[in-house]
């Protein structure tokens, strides 16, 4: 069974600690974490009305998910008279259906795919290989985790935690038609061999199928917007074209796309404008020479619906950029895949007990420290550790914090709520613990508190409490 | 509210539990910094602001210590607290805490717009422009995440760090970037702490100062244990030691005391 | 299908406690959507025509594109024949059926030039843009038989013809533009906002160019004063 349909999610702490002991993920990590930071700042540094347009995207949304079932039929409407077809999933299942169901009417043996999240998160590789249809995933980053057998391990950037050593030796392992002694020793001619790969790939397929960044309720058009080009090609040399989107992604003008699209190449990856965006609308028209005959939109709830109205809404606004995983100590220390299913990071952190339910996702949302990095570059101003903390505590109220976090607050608790038992018992403590590390000033090992020790010595306490010795020294004066 | 009507007001010191407990120093410290600003300081008897419960979902115990705390500081002018992080529990979270309860929601607003973090109120709020204090040592500082990110605590210390006699501040890469404390985060994901830890003593060795600084106790805590586990000498302080020329009264964090730097 | 339709859009009312029919309601939506209101527009691309010129040539450069300006459409085809001969490609093009590309001297130069889509066999291409914006030095490019999709992204080395009086400031410009050629909430199968060469930072996070699409990207821009 893929990693799509059983998360590790739960495992989180164990998937760290390999993470943690990968040498090549850490090398990778090491370079994203410099990178992607510096290119934003630079990006921000050059737009005087970055801060404005930050909040000019965040109000288009939530104007828009306020009237969101109204733009939903106007996109619908649009579609349809623009030659299109929208079908509407309720689940993954369905989702899957609907794509699988248009591959057989059409008889297609092979798609590719441009590279979309909806489609990780419905598993439709799966769905399509059960059903005869090989699907090539043809971002290149994608194209590398498809040889791997793994899930992306970032939102734009799926192959990010992998060295150039270990691309070379998949390409070796995948390509067996070319000779194995060809020269890959460069980025470049790992580039062109994927190149040359995929572009007969391109044209052989039966139907393209892509993601959208956005959809347009004004002219019923869906956005993809790319770097290398590969959703393109997807999409306009195969006699049908079919979008995965889920519900969220809807836009109500082009104006309203167009103050989006500033703030998101820019806290994506630094740039001013992503490569190619690209805005489709229906089938290929009467005189065109190319394009598709067919023009599919399966529109995904997936449980999104059900978020509207709750704390969990603002996650909605989320237009995918990346840039909170970015920024994220936990996500430079351990990578994507350690989070256990499609989304990771921050946003992930959110996202995920949405959409797999909080016994599985309840990991996610505690493995933070709440610096609040990611929210301070969100371009969206989602307020992500807010709605951490929202997850711990429907955790807390469902009785699924673990029973050692339990005690150890309510313990705390009991004694912070007693003050003058509090100053007794802590004055006893901080004495005890003084006089054990007098010589050192430190502790090595605590019992209780390994998970502080195995990786840093612990601090003594000076011996006498603030408030005892304030009380001692003010009362003498 | 300016200076002139600030002054003797009075200030209720909170202190954070980790001061109470660990580091009374600091306390000093701040209590010293206030005083000398011309504010009367007073320490009522206190325990927790709530953090830890709040952060870990513990809605009801996060509360009731919240209320606590109200109840305790509210008769105060200002109430002031060396740490970003409670100060930003207090200030940002307070309020949202009681959400539903319009009444107690508009008590914490009351209250949250008295509390402030010890350097940025000296500095916003008491007009502070230098301080006495002499320190001719290297710092480097981080910037703690909850206050630079929750209250906007960035410039302020080095603003008064530049007033210190001798006191030359060498910027460490990154000082923005989180030390992988995180409160319980630490203990619960201790290895990814330990990890984000490494990470931040490698920039700050990297700066080459040979004192660390910081305005809350729990990433010193962090941080100081990383340096000594990788045996690296160093010297590591609360900001408000070395603002309040009180780096003799005892002991770098971590260190034993009678330990001569 | 129709089920889902109808259950997702009641759990969306539901949860916004709504029946979607409140007049209110559908007036934002109605106003919205015919009114198209400008959000923030940066001041960088607010310029006169020498200003547009002079941003859009320095944001394509920054994207990796080349941009050469000329005085009239007359001398496109020697501009193309110079730029393939100096890269050292073949003296071939691949151009659509667009009128303006049609109309100029192109039998002055050695160049060989076919019609039609791409098929992924060409390795040059020509197209003339539909609007280019300079806050970016983003081309606006419009599907149709004129300027096929396909010679955006097959030919290796793509050249496309910029007229500077289409060169707009920002892209709700350019978007109004497209608004008046098609009709209001009208578009053609394809529009391409196209910024620079294909590229990626897939491998190792090292960025390379012509990942899928052109390898080289140069942009003649006509400027006839």
């Given amino acids: 069974?893929?990693?799509?349909?059983?998360?590790?999610?739960?495992?989180?702490?164990?998937?760290?600690?390999?993470?943690?002991?990968?040498?090549?993920?850490?090398?990778?990590?090491?370079?994203?974490?410099?990178?992607?930071?510096?290119?934003?700042?630079?990006?921000?540094?050059?737009?005087?009305?970055?801060?404005?347009?930050?909040?000019?995207?965040?109000?288009?949304?939530?104007?828009?998910?306020?009237?969101?079932?109204?733009?939903?039929?106007?996109y619908e409407k649009k579609v349809t008279e623009s030659g299109g077809h929208v079908h509407f999933a309720r689940t993954a299942e369905e989702a899957r259906k609907a794509i699988v169901d248009i591959c057989k009417a059409r008889g297609a043996k092979t798609v590719t795919k441009g590279k979309s999240m909806v489609s990780e998160e419905i598993a439709l590789n799966d769905a399509l290989q059960e059903a005869g249809v090989t699907p090539v995933e043809t971002d290149l980053g994608e194209y590398i985790i498809q040889l791997r057998g793994e899930i992306p391990s970032h939102i734009i950037a799926p192959a990010v935690h992998l060295t150039k050593d270990q691309v070379e030796n998949d390409f070796r392992r995948g390509h067996t038609h070319l000779p194995a002694d060809r020269d890959l020793r460069e980025p470049t001619q790992l580039l062109t061999e994927a190149r040359g790969i995929l572009r007969e790939k391109f044209l052989a397929a039966d139907i393209g199928i892509t993601g959208a960044n956005f959809l347009i309720a004004e002219t019923g058009t869906s956005i993809i917007v790319t770097n290398e080009?590969?959703?393109?090609?997807?999409?306009?040399?195969?006699?049908?074209?079919?979008?995965?989107?889920?519900?969220?992604?809807?836009?109500?003008?082009?104006?309203?796309?167009?103050?989006?699209?500033r703030v998101l190449a820019r806290s994506a990856t630094g740039q001013e404008m992503s490569v190619y965006t690209t805005l489709s609308t229906g089938p290929r028209r009467p005189d065109d020479v190319d394009g598709p005959e067919e023009y599919h939109v399966v529109l995904l709830d997936n449980g999104r619906s059900s978020m509207i109205g709750t704390q969990f809404q603002e996650m909605?606004?989320?237009?995918?950029?990346?840039?909170?995983?970015?920024?994220?100590?936990?996500?430079?220390?351990?990578?994507?895949?350690?989070?256990?299913?499609?989304?990771?990071?921050?946003?992930?952190?959110?996202?995920?007990?949405?959409?797999?339910?909080?016994?599985?996702?309840?990991?996610?949302?505690?493995?933070?420290?709440?610096?609040?990095?990611?929210?301070?570059?969100?371009?969206?101003?989602?307020?992500?550790?807010?709605?951490?903390?929202?997850?711990?505590?429907?955790?807390?109220?469902?009785?699924?914090?673990?029973?050692?976090?339990?005690?150890?607050?309510?313990?705390?608790?009991?004694?912070?709520?007693?003050?003058?038992?509090?100053?007794?018992?802590?004055?006893?403590?901080?004495?005890?613990?003084?006089?054990?590390?007098?010589?050192?000033?430190?502790?090595?090992?605590?019992?209780?508190?390994?998970?502080?020790?195995?990786?840093?010595?612990?601090?003594?306490?000076?011996?006498?409490?603030?408030?005892?010795?304030?009380?001692?020294?003010?009362?003498?004066? | 509210m300016n200076e002139a009507t600030a002054r003797g007001k009075s200030v209720g010191l909170m202190a954070t539990c980790l001061v109470d407990l660990f580091r009374p120093t600091v306390g000093f410290a701040a209590a010293k910094l206030l005083e000398d600003a011309g504010c009367t300081v007073d320490v009522p008897s206190q325990t927790c602001c709530g953090?830890?419960?709040?952060?870990?979902?513990?809605?009801?115990?996060?509360?009731?210590?919240?209320?606590?705390?109200?109840?305790?500081?509210?008769?105060?002018?200002?109430?002031?607290?060396?740490?970003?992080?409670?100060?930003?529990?207090?200030?940002k979270h307070y309020p949202e805490m009681f959400e539903g309860d319009?009444?107690?929601?508009?008590?914490?607003?009351?209250?949250?717009?008295?509390?402030?973090?010890?350097?940025?109120?000296?500095?916003?709020?008491?007009?502070?422009?230098?301080?006495?204090?002499?320190?001719?040592?290297?710092?480097?500082?981080?910037?703690?995440?909850?206050?630079?990110?929750?209250?906007?605590?960035?410039?302020?210390?080095?603003?008064?760090?530049?007033?210190?006699?001798?006191?030359?501040?060498?910027e460490m890469k990154d000082s923005d970037v989180c030390c992988g404390f995180g409160g319980t985060f630490a203990v619960k994901f201790g290895e990814i702490s330990g990890q984000i830890v490494e990470r931040k003593t490698q920039d700050i060795i990297a700066s080459e100062a040979p004192v660390l600084l910081a305005g809350d106790l729990g990433c010193l805590m962090n941080m100081a244990g990383r340096l000594s586990r990788k045996g690296r000498e160093m010297e590591v302080r609360h900001v408000a030691e070395v603002l309040a020329n009180m780096t003799d009264e005892a002991p770098p964090i971590g260190e034993p005391a009678g330990v001569a730097r | 299908?129709?089920?889902?339709?109808?259950?997702?859009?009641?759990?969306?009312?539901?949860?916004?406690?709504?029946?979607?029919?409140?007049?209110?309601?559908?007036?934002?939506?109605?106003?919205?959507?015919?009114?198209?209101?400008?959000?923030?527009?940066?001041?960088?691309?607010?310029?006169?025509?020498?200003?547009?010129?002079?941003?859009?040539k320095q944001m394509a450069?920054?994207?990796?594109?080349?941009?050469?300006?000329?005085?009239?459409?007359?001398?496109?085809?020697?501009?193309?024949?110079?730029?393939?001969?100096?890269?050292?490609?073949?003296?071939?093009?691949?151009?659509?059926?667009?009128?303006?590309?049609?109309?100029m001297p192109w039998q002055e130069t050695a160049l060989e030039i076919s019609e039609g889509r791409s098929e992924g066999r060409d390795l040059n291409a020509i197209s003339h843009a539909f609007a280019g914006v300079a806050e970016s030095g983003t081309l606006i490019m419009t599907s149709g038989p004129e300027n096929p999709s396909t010679l955006n992204f097959l030919p290796d080395n793509h050249i496309v013809v910029l007229s500077a009086g289409d060169l707009d400031g920002d892209y709700e410009s350019a978007f109004a533009g497209v608004r008046e050629k098609f009709g209001k909430g009208q578009m053609p199968r394809t529009v391409n906002m196209i910024t620079g060469p294909s590229r990626s930072a897939d491998i190792a996070q090292t960025m390379l160019l012509g990942a899928h699409g052109p390898r080289k990207l140069h942009i003649v821009i006509v400027d006839e004063g």
């Avoid at chain 3, 005085?71 to 691949?94: F, I, M």
Wanted: aromatic content about 8%; some cysteine; charged content about 25%.
């Fill in chain 1, 1 to 74: 069974m893929s990693i799509h349909a059983n998360p590790t999610t739960p495992q989180f702490k164990e998937n760290a600690h390999k993470a943690l002991g990968d040498p090549q993920l850490q090398e990778a990590m090491g370079k994203l974490r410099v990178g992607f930071t510096a290119a934003r700042q630079m990006a921000m540094a050059k737009l005087p009305e970055f801060e404005a347009l930050r909040d000019s995207a965040r109000d288009i949304k939530n104007h828009t998910l306020a009237h969101l079932d109204l733009y939903l039929e106007a």
């Fill in chain 1, 229 to 261: 080009g590969n959703g393109d090609l997807t999409q306009i040399l195969p006699k049908c074209h079919i979008v995965i989107a889920s519900i969220e992604k809807i836009t109500p003008t082009l104006e309203d796309v167009s103050q989006l699209l």
């Fill in chain 1, 316 to 477: 909605l606004r989320c237009i995918r950029c990346g840039a909170c995983m970015n920024h994220c100590p936990v996500y430079h220390a351990v990578g994507g895949h350690a989070y256990g299913w499609v989304y990771p990071g921050p946003m992930g952190a959110v996202l995920t007990p949405s959409l797999i339910g909080v016994e599985k996702g309840g990991q996610l949302p505690n493995a933070s420290t709440f610096c609040g990095r990611c929210e301070s570059v969100c371009p969206m101003r989602i307020p992500l550790p807010g709605m951490m903390r929202h997850w711990r505590e429907r955790e807390f109220e469902r009785h699924l914090a673990p029973a050692g976090v339990r005690y150890g607050l309510g313990a705390w608790a009991f004694f912070a709520k007693r003050p003058s038992l509090y100053r007794a018992a802590t004055r006893v403590a901080m004495h005890v613990m003084g006089y054990y590390a007098r010589k050192t000033g430190k502790f090595h090992a605590l019992p209780l508190a390994s998970g502080w020790t195995d990786w840093r010595d612990f601090p003594a306490p000076e011996g006498e409490t603030f408030q005892a010795k304030w009380k001692r020294e003010r009362t003498r004066k």
């Fill in chain 2, 51 to 91: 953090q830890p419960a709040y952060n870990s979902g513990d809605k009801a115990h996060a509360r009731a210590l919240a209320l606590q705390m109200i109840e305790t500081f509210e008769k105060y002018d200002y109430v002031v607290t060396p740490s970003g992080s409670c100060g930003g529990t207090m200030i």
């Fill in chain 2, 102 to 170: 319009p009444e107690l929601q508009r008590r914490a607003q009351r209250f949250s717009a008295k509390c402030f973090e010890l350097v940025s109120f000296l500095t916003d709020v008491m007009k502070i422009e230098k301080v006495a204090s002499a320190f001719p040592r290297r710092v480097t500082y981080h910037d703690s995440c909850s206050g630079l990110r929750e209250l906007g605590v960035q410039a302020q210390p080095r603003k008064l760090l530049a007033t210190v006699q001798g006191l030359e501040l060498v």
């Fill in chain 3, 1 to 56: 299908m129709s089920a889902a339709r109808d259950e997702i859009l009641g759990n969306i009312r539901r949860s916004l406690r709504v029946n979607g029919a409140e007049a209110p309601r559908r007036a934002n939506v109605d106003s919205r959507l015919a009114s198209a209101p400008r959000g923030v527009i940066p001041q960088r691309g607010q310029l006169d025509r020498k200003g547009r010129i002079d941003l859009f």
């Fill in chain 3, 61 to 103: 450069s920054a994207a990796f594109a080349s941009v050469a300006i000329v005085q009239s459409t007359g001398e496109v085809p020697a501009e193309a024949a110079r730029w393939l001969r100096d890269n050292n490609l073949p003296a071939t093009l691949r151009k659509g059926a667009d009128l303006r590309l049609a109309a």
